[in-house]
Every structure is written in C-alpha cells, then in structure tokens.
C-alpha cells in the first residue's frame, strides 16, 4: 500500500491562506459545518443518509459544502448503499443519521457491514446535551442510552459531548473503520452541539491512517510449515484478498500447493473462475461441502 505522504515526518505545515483561516475563521458556522470540513480532510467525497430534526445541522451544513449527497427513503437502504460504496471502493463510506427510530433503523444494515468488514463511518443525532444520562426527560426520540444499542454491532463507539471534540472523534472513528480488518463505526452527536455557532479553526488536512499490521514471523514460520506438508490442501479465500488487492498472491499460492481454490460470496473475483484450480462453486452448495470434508 502506498500512501500519498510520509507519515514519519508529520502532519503537513499550514499554508499561508490555511493559518489566515485558522487564525480568523469565516462567521456562521456550526457543530455541523465541523462534522462536514473533518470528513472533507479526511479524504470524503460522497456520503450517505437520511435527515430528521436532531441531524439538522450536519445536513445544513452538508448543503454549505461541496460533498456529494446520497439520500435515500429509510435508513437502512441508506447503510446498505454506504455499506456497498464501502466495498467497491475501498474508502470509507461516511452515513449521516438521525436519533432514535432513525438511528435504530440501520442496525440491520450496519450488522451487515460488519459481517462483510465494510468500512461504514456512521455519524448519527442525539438528543440535546441536557437530556442525556439516562432519566425521563420528555425529549423526542429519548432512549436511555443509544450507544448500547450499537455497542455489539460496530467495532468502536465515539460519542461527542462538545463541538471541540467533532473532529478528533470522527478521526478516530475513520481509523478505526479501515483497521484490519475493516468494519463500521459510531460516532454520536448532541443536537446542540451541532447547532450551536462555534468560533473553531476551519479543519484543514486530518491524518487518520490506521497502522500496518505486521505478521508475527513466529506463526507464519507454522503456516509455511503446515502448507509445505500438507497432503491434500484446499484454499477457501474470503472478502479480505480482494479488500487487500491480493489475488495475484492467492493465485501464486494456489499453483504452488497445487490447491482447489472456493471463494466466499465476498472473495468473488479473488480467483480466476477459468483457472484449472478453480472450484466454480457456492459454498452453500452440497458438492463443495462434500469436496472440502473430504
């Protein structure tokens, strides 16, 4: 993988015109117009969504950018697209949503793409800062606590309780998203932290590449072994050799062992479907079940 600058020296200088903006930053903004520069810095082009009374600020603000908008009718369908952008793309897939009903409603696709490792930023509404932590308070959308409903399905969760922690937790959660392997994440924002004007520096370039992941020399020395020795080995490649463009080392590995190769319904294309040690086959399919028991 390369990337487009050398994280070992930093974070790039400002630009003459950048610290102007920082020191000087334009009137009018919001907790939102924060959600929507930090996504910008971080390399997003096109987010998903569905607005409701809470999220108003970050979809205000979305209209005051140059992101392109994808919304759709129920929020679900909206985390399945982010979840299906994810994919193809490799980038993460930024989905804006609102409290209660309309957060809980992407439950189903965000336990999808975490199921497949799709990297689905989800940056939801929450019901203004004085009602939070628990309690009856009369507010619309109330639940006692909304993280809990996320907790076990996303890899992390990044609540915000004040405008200046918007960008580092999106940061966080955006790194969090595209570390091995990929999967969605939470970040949630009080209403009035998104409406409430702010005096912040614009956010400029934001890093949040995730670290390689270096293979333990120990355990790949046992693999090796393992394969070398094998008598009649077979390779059931998955989602993550096409996340990591690494076909071309399956392949190597196939020819060399001599191995049939099936593919998960994610690793699809991770194999040649021609190639002689293809198995041409679903996993779900009694033949190849019968193939790989034997």
Request: charged share 15%; net charge negative.
């Amino acid at each position: 993988m390369t990337h487009d600058h050398d994280h070992d020296h930093g974070p790039r200088p400002l630009t003459p015109e950048q610290t102007a903006a920082a020191l000087a930053p334009p009137a009018g903004r919001n907790g939102g117009d924060l959600v929507v520069e930090t996504l910008y810095g971080l390399g997003a082009t096109t987010v998903f969504g569905l607005p409701g009374q809470h999220a108003l600020g970050m979809f205000d603000a979305l209209r005051r950018s140059s992101l392109q908008y994808v919304g759709l009718r129920v929020e679900n369908n909206a985390g399945f697209a982010a979840d299906a952008y994810g994919r193809v793309t490799g980038e993460v897939a930024p989905l804006l949503l609102s409290t209660g009903p309309g957060a809980l409603t992407s439950l189903a696709a965000l336990q999808e793409a975490a199921a497949a490792s799709a990297p689905v930023l989800a940056i939801s509404s929450q019901i203004p800062t004085a009602g939070l932590g628990g309690g009856r308070h009369g507010y619309l959308h109330e639940l006692r606590d909304q993280q809990a409903s996320f907790r076990d399905i996303v890899k992390s969760v990044h609540p915000v309780r004040a405008a200046s922690q918007i960008p580092s937790a999106i940061a966080a959660a955006w790194e969090s998203a595209l570390s091995a392997p990929h999967g969605p994440v939470w970040v949630e924002i009080p209403q009035d932290v998104l409406l409430a004007g702010t005096t912040l520096p614009v956010v400029t370039a934001m890093d949040a590449t995730p670290r390689e992941l270096l293979p333990r020399p120990e355990l790949t020395a046992v693999a090796a072994h393992a394969l070398s020795n094998a008598a009649r080995p077979a390779i059931i490649a998955g989602g993550g050799v096409v996340r990591a463009d690494a076909g071309g080392k399956l392949r190597a590995l196939a020819e060399k062992l001599s191995a049939p190769v099936v593919t998960t319904f994610g690793g699809k294309g991770a194999f040649p479907w021609e190639h002689p040690l293809s198995l041409q086959s679903w996993l779900e399919d009694r033949h190849t079940t019968d193939f790989l028991e034997d």
